[in-house]
T-cell receptor
Framework: NAGVMQNPRHLVRRRGQEARLRCSPM?????VYWYRQLPEEGLKFMVY????????ESGMPKERFSAEFPKEGPSILRIQQVVRGDSAAYFC????????????FGQGTRLTVV | GESVGLHLPTLSVQEGDNSIINCAYS??????FIWYKQESGKGPQFIID?????DKRQGQRVTVLLNKTVKHLSLQIAATQPGDSAVYFC????????????????FGQGTILTVHP
């Protein structure tokens, strides 16, 4: 049973470009969470999605960031017009149910904005 | 012993020693707590969890203690091994607006554990 798959593992973008990060949850998981981790810090919650629904986006920056989890295919975290401050590791986690169940994390996508 | 490093707290121990990693949480409404291990370049790996109606839970070589009075969580690792070297994070589940808790976690700062052979 494959774990949470994220791609790409490393992504380099120039300032002003768009970054697309993909997350395929574990088989049977319908809940996806995105987190951001800056160097030497803990993970910060960004958004919680179920299939075709955004449940909680309280941690998402108001501009340039968006997320989706379509009926078919992976969840996508999209960052438009990237800036240097967007450089971070972005982790996706998935779980079977929403309530108090273990969330499994992917290996992350390390975004570098040059 | 434990010391505060330049960025993250650090703990250095000898192989075979017991390790204790501490965490303070801020939200008294949190009802679910998890310890994660993160190795360099990897995602967080679940170690052990505990619900707020418990004060102790044991796993294989690990024990989590929860003190709700002072909002303190600790992770004890018995017979620490070099493979235990990593950054350890505590995380708390704050729950959703509708009163149903889900996997929205608030992570602590993290502690770097270094195990010397």
């Amino acid at each position: 049973n494959a774990g949470v798959m994220q791609n790409p593992r490393h992504l380099v973008r120039r300032r002003g470009q768009e970054a697309r990060l993909r997350c395929s949850p574990m088989k049977g998981h319908s809940h996806v969470y995105w987190y951001r981790q800056l160097p030497e810090e803990g993970l910060k919650f960004m958004v919680y999605l179920q299939k075709e629904n955004i449940i909680d986006e309280s941690g998402m920056p108001k501009e340039r960031f968006s997320a989706e989890f379509p009926k078919e295919g992976p969840s996508i975290l999209r960052i438009q017009q990237v800036v240097r401050g967007d450089s971070a590791a972005y982790f996706c986690a998935s779980s079977t149910l929403g309530d108090d169940t273990e969330a499994f994390f992917g290996q992350g996508t390390r975004l570098t904005v040059v | 012993g434990e010391s505060v490093g330049l960025h993250l707290p650090t703990l250095s121990v000898q192989e075979g020693d017991n390790s204790i990693i501490n965490c303070a949480y801020s939200n008294s409404a949190s009802d679910y707590f998890i310890w994660y291990k993160q190795e360099s370049g990897k995602g967080p790996q679940f170690i052990i969890d505990i619900r707020s109606n418990m004060d102790k839970r044991q796993g294989q070589r690990v024990t989590v203690l929860l003190n709700k009075t002072v909002k303190h969580l600790s992770l004890q690792i018995a017979a620490t091994q070099p493979g235990d070297s990593a950054v350890y994070f505590c995380a708390e589940n704050i729950g959703g607006a509708g009163g149903t808790s889900y996997g929205k976690l608030t992570f602590g700062q993290g502690t770097i554990l270094t195990v010397h052979p």
